[in-house]
């Protein structure tokens, strides 16, 4: 068995609690900054509050009313828009191909100047800070101005969607893929020491089974999550994240 497999969490995801920004924006709706992953599957598990999802995607404009013990996910390529109508939404959100989304894989709906190059887009999407909340003004002064600005070019993309459906997203994907074409290497890295070696392992435990053996059953391990002891101002919200002990528990 081997470390890297035995020790991330399952499938290789990412877990993580997001409490939606509850700040409203240019249309009169409280919530994130729009944006879409260009290699990583998400899902929402809702927690406490209520709001609805925007998604652009293949099916056109939709919006989805979220309350808690609603569970939905979204491919690669949904454009989505996170909208808190309660004040206190928060939901769960599990991450596939963890480590993708920390490097570079989401990519903010920002007007298309912007998007021309890396640098133009870094220097859109940087921000001073991620201190924990209260910690930094200027930081969240950051990530509202990040946020009305990926709102400016997620509204035009959506009217363009509205009008001619799925078509309407073609020059944003095409710009995105630009962005991150060269993120790929590192990505595969990942992958490989993530999902790609635990569905490996899972291959491993099959033919083990098959051949009715046992012993890697005595190499299990219970693991626990820690908490992050600070929450860092992510697009949807205010993020609360967990990383593995050191040691298992046997």
């Not at 919530?31 to 209520?50: D, F, K, Q």
């Not at 454009?79 to 990519?107: C, F, W, Y």
């Not at 569905?199 to 626990?224: G, P, V």
């Not at 949807?236 to 002990?245: F, H, K, P, Q, V």
């Amino acid at each position: 068995m081997t470390a890297t497999a035995s020790s991330t969490f399952p499938g290789a995801t990412a877990v993580s609690a997001v409490s939606i920004y509850n700040w409203p924006a240019s249309d009169g709706a409280a919530g994130g900054t729009p944006h879409m992953h260009t290699a990583s599957t998400e899902a929402y598990i809702v927690l406490e509050g209520t709001g609805r999802l925007e998604t652009l995607d293949s099916r056109g404009f939709t919006s989805t009313d979220l309350a808690p013990g609603v569970v939905l996910w979204f491919t690669p390529g949904t454009v989505h828009r996170a909208i808190n109508t309660s004040g206190d939404l928060k939901v769960l959100v599990l991450m596939q191909n963890a480590g993708l989304p920390e490097n570079g894989d989401a990519v903010m709906t920002f007007p298309a100047g912007h998007l021309a190059d890396v640098e133009s887009y870094r220097a859109a999407a940087s921000l001073p800070s991620k201190e924990a909340d209260g910690g930094d003004p200027a930081a969240e002064e950051a990530v509202r101005r990040r946020r009305d600005l990926a709102l400016e070019g997620y509204l035009q993309l959506k009217e363009e969607v509205l009008r001619s459906g799925v078509a309407g997203l073609a020059d944003f994907h095409a710009a995105a893929v630009n962005l991150v074409s060269g993120n790929t290497a590192a990505w595969t890295g990942f992958l490989e020491q993530g999902a790609a070696a635990q569905a490996a392992l899972t291959k491993d435990h099959l033919r083990s089974l098959e051949s009715k053996e046992s012993f890697f059953l005595q190499e299990s391990a219970t693991r626990m999550g820690i908490r992050k002891p600070r929450r860092i101002y992510g697009m949807c919200g205010r993020i609360d994240t967990w990383e593995l002990s050191d040691n298992s528990q046997r």
